[in-house]
């Protein structure tokens, strides 16, 4: 049961992931455009708290 609360968990941080950074390549906007990449960059951190939970 945890372990596939921790993968749905790592899944959602890479699917973050993939979100922020299409909007941050969408947008023209250079102050949110680096918005978007610092949340990005938040998420990749989730990603690998949750990948090694101990
Ligand atoms: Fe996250």
Same mark, same amino acid.
């Given at each position: 049961m945890d372990k596939e609360i921790?993968?749905?968990g790592i899944i959602a941080e890479l699917d973050a992931i993939n979100l922020y950074e299409q909007m941050?390549?969408?947008t023209e906007n /250079?102050?949110?455009k680096k918005i978007?990449?610092?949340i990005a960059k /938040? /998420?990749?951190t989730h990603v690998g708290e949750i990948s090694c939970p101990n």
């Open positions: 921790l993968r749905v941050a390549n969408m /250079e102050k949110i978007l990449l610092d /938040e /998420e990749k």
